[in-house]
């Protein structure tokens, strides 16, 4: 891969060089202080990807990218950590490194880069928007697709997604203006679902909905933290039934034996969890397994 580098700061500069040169697969092409000077290059040559300061002399580093047509891949360097959330609306900004960074988040950040080239861009219907949350100083990429619930306590919202779970201060009233409506349901007065996660929820009687979805969100939120807290396991879809409250789920995970690590964790919390079915496909194995909510 081919990159080069825009930043002001020679020590920076020396920092990304060093870094790079550890790096044999990846070519630094140029370096350049100001983004007037890189512009001019990238309008007559390719690169695979860009280290870009925010701070420059002549624009900032986010008004640059706009300017370019057919934007690189982009990573962020920098020292003010309050420009990431903003900087990755843009879609072609890959990470951001905030400074002093290390070299393991360093190569993070690249390996970032060979994934997006290495995998064939989604179509537009494909695309999921992305999400940074700042939760401890730490900023967190949640993509819309992979949330399964979200969850409103008094002033802290929690919000669980197929590999994690992240809380902090805000409110579920924020969370139903930026979500699609198409995607995202509220179910009740502190849960937000994923409708894409939900394959059937049946109810016998209308005016008993808000009850029932209740306890769906209830029994979703006590599965969900059991599967978030399991490393490379994720949800892949439910099915909820009022009647007796039993909740199907298929669920993905790196082999056998986390799956059944997952299933006797919710044993031991209370949940009746009953192995349904499983399969190795590819490097995964998918496993059913039926939940009552149990004690």
Request: glycine share 4%; net charge negative; proline share 4%.
């Amino acid at each position: 891969m081919t990159c080069i580098i825009i930043e002001d700061e020679i020590p920076a500069q020396k920092i990304l060089k060093n870094f790079l040169n550890k790096l044999p697969n990846i070519e630094l092409v140029a370096t350049f202080n100001a983004a007037i000077a890189a512009n001019s290059f990238l309008k007559n040559q390719t690169v695979d990807f860009v280290f870009l300061d925010i701070n420059l002399p002549d624009i900032s580093g986010i008004d640059f990218i706009k300017t370019i047509k057919n934007p690189p891949a982009i990573i962020i360097t920098t020292a003010y950590p309050d420009y990431a959330v903003s900087s990755f609306e843009l879609d072609t900004i890959v990470d951001y490194l905030v400074k002093p960074f290390s070299f393991d988040r360093f190569l993070k950040a690249v390996n970032k880069v060979k994934e997006r080239i290495e995998i064939p861009e989604k179509t537009p219907q494909e695309q999921s928007e992305i999400l940074f949350l700042n939760v401890d100083k730490t900023l967190h990429k949640i993509v819309l697709d992979d949330i399964l619930y979200i969850e409103s306590d008094r002033n802290y919202i929690t919000v669980v997604t197929t590999t994690q779970k992240l809380s902090y201060i805000d409110s579920l009233k924020n969370w139903v203006e930026k979500l699609p409506d198409n995607q995202f349901i509220q179910t009740h007065k502190s849960y937000i679902i994923n409708r894409k996660f939900v394959d059937k929820i049946s109810k016998a009687e209308s005016d008993k909905f808000t009850a029932q979805s209740s306890g769906f969100t209830h029994l979703l939120n006590r599965v969900g933290e059991i599967v978030a807290a399991k490393p490379g396991a994720s949800i892949a879809s439910i099915n909820y039934s009022d009647k007796g409250g039993d909740m199907r789920i298929n669920i993905t995970a790196g082999d056998f034996e986390a799956v059944e690590a997952i299933r006797t964790k919710m044993t031991d919390a209370g949940l009746e969890a009953v192995m349904e079915s499983s399969n190795a496909q590819g490097n995964q194995v998918r496993a059913r397994l039926r939940i009552g909510a149990g004690s």
